[in-house]
């Protein structure tokens, strides 16, 4: 990997790198690696010493270390769920987003008509949350970009989820029973507390003679919605989101 080799240790320069390790989370080993991740064609002395190198890199890192992590959460999702929701999690608009969290922006390396700007266009952004994912990969490896993919797309894959599926876990759970099992979920009443004008109702999720962890809610829908994602994690070995106990 081509970075630049005359390195500004000017203090501002040392000083956004600084803020850039502390606001992701990982400090690198070769700071060059970070400085090209966050230097834009327009600061760059030449086009190799820019981020666009990293970017190429990075988008395909995160592409791989998201597909892998839908994967293994998602066992009853077909090849067109993953890739629905791969779409969203990857996409430019999620990588910017996550950037401007970070404010990622008062980071950059910028030419002189860039930083006249008043903001940063989102498509900037999007670049260094992917050259970002290249460098932290090439300084500490695979376990190193993974960590940081899953820390910070996790979030966005379960809202990429909710969102398509409306948080309706007990629709997921019913086409993983019917494809799985021939059969559909029920939802078992179990306890309810509390007065009449608010009560909480404990119920579990069974299909077949497998009854799954309960959940409480503050209303069946609810307790039914909570239910059924525990039978999700309990059927994928995850964690217990809702333990009623």
């Known amino acids: 990997?081509?970075?630049?080799?005359?390195?500004?240790?000017?203090?501002?320069?040392?000083?956004?790198?600084?803020?850039?390790?502390?606001?992701?989370?990982?400090?690198?080993?070769?700071r060059l690696l970070l400085q090209s991740a966050l230097t834009h064609a327009s600061g760059a002395l030449h086009r190799?010493?820019?981020?666009e190198r990293l970017e190429f890199l990075g988008d395909s890192i995160l592409g791989a270390i998201v597909c892998e992590m839908l994967y293994h959460r998602?066992?009853?999702?077909?090849?067109?769920?993953?890739?629905?929701?791969?779409?969203?999690?990857?996409?430019?608009?999620?990588c910017a987003k996550i950037s401007e969290a970070m404010r990622l922006?008062?980071?950059?390396?910028?030419?002189k008509g860039m930083t006249n700007s008043p903001t940063v266009p989102p498509s900037l952004l999007a670049d260094v949350f992917e050259s970002l994912v290249a460098a932290i990969h090439l300084d500490g490896g695979h376990a190193a970009s993974q960590a940081f993919i899953e820390a910070h797309m996790g979030p966005e894959i379960d809202l990429a989820v909710g969102t398509e599926h409306g948080s309706n876990y007990k629709s997921l759970l019913q086409h993983l029973a019917q494809r799985e099992y021939t059969t559909t979920p029920t939802y078992q009443l179990l306890d309810?507390?509390?007065?009449?004008?608010?009560?909480?109702?404990?119920?579990?999720?069974?299909?077949?003679?497998?009854?799954?962890?309960?959940?409480?809610?503050?209303?069946?829908?609810?307790?039914?919605?909570?239910?059924?994602?525990n039978a999700l994690c309990e059927i994928n070995g995850e964690p217990i989101p809702f333990p009623s106990d």
């Open 48 to 51: 190799v010493a820019s981020n």
């Open 74 to 94: 998602f066992p009853e999702y077909l090849e067109g769920d993953l890739t629905r929701v791969k779409s969203v999690v990857v996409s430019r608009l999620t």
């Open 105 to 111: 922006d008062e980071c950059l390396f910028l030419g």
């Open 192 to 229: 309810e507390k509390g007065p009449d004008h608010s009560k909480c109702f404990k119920i579990a999720a069974q299909i077949g003679r497998n009854r799954y962890q309960p959940a409480w809610g503050r209303n069946k829908k609810e307790a039914e919605q909570r239910a059924a994602r």
């Open 1 to 30: 990997m081509s970075v630049p080799t005359d390195v500004d240790y000017s203090p501002e320069v040392v000083a956004k790198l600084d803020t850039c390790e502390r606001r992701i989370g990982y400090t690198f080993r070769n």
